[in-house]
């Protein structure tokens, strides 16, 4: 089945990359994922037409964590904050293998 992973932040480009990352490490494991990235002001629109499964925040966006579990629980949509060191050092496999954990929670 396949999954969707929303990433989160600012301005929908600094996760671009990261979004590359992340599918280039579910291809070689052999997930089938939708992943990719949108401006926090975008989340909303997004959220309603797509079936998302898990919505990633850049660090950058954490403050607004509390903000975003108003929106997606009564979805049943798993959130959480991509960790920094992750982030700044843009591994895709260890984001990716957070967003599937969130998922089977």
Same mark, same amino acid.
């Given at each position: 089945?396949?999954?969707?992973?929303?990433?989160?932040? *600012?301005?929908?480009m600094s996760t671009?990359?990261?979004v %590359?990352?992340?599918?280039? %490490? *579910?291809?070689?494991?052999?997930? /089938?994922?939708?992943?990719? *990235?949108?401006s926090? &002001?975008?989340?909303?629109t =997004?959220? *309603?037409?797509?079936?998302v499964?898990?919505?990633?925040? &850049?660090? +950058?966006?954490?403050?607004?964590?509390? +903000?975003? /579990?108003?929106?997606?629980?009564?979805?049943?949509?798993a @959130?959480?904050?991509? +960790?920094?060191?992750? =982030?700044?050092?843009?591994?895709?496999?260890?984001? @990716?293998? +957070?967003?599937?954990? @969130?998922?089977?929670?």
């Amino acid at each position: 089945m396949k999954k969707t992973i929303m990433l989160v932040c *600012a301005a929908g480009m600094s996760t671009s990359l990261m979004v %590359s990352k992340m599918q280039k %490490s *579910a291809e070689e494991k052999g997930i /089938e994922a939708d992943i990719f *990235a949108v401006s926090a &002001g975008e989340a909303e629109t =997004y959220l *309603a037409d797509k079936k998302v499964d898990v919505l990633l925040l &850049g660090p +950058q966006v954490r403050f607004m964590k509390a +903000q975003f /579990e108003k929106k997606v629980a009564p979805l049943g949509i798993a @959130l959480d904050v991509i +960790q920094m060191t992750d =982030y700044g050092m843009m591994n895709g496999e260890k984001v @990716l293998s +957070q967003a599937l954990k @969130l998922m089977n929670n």
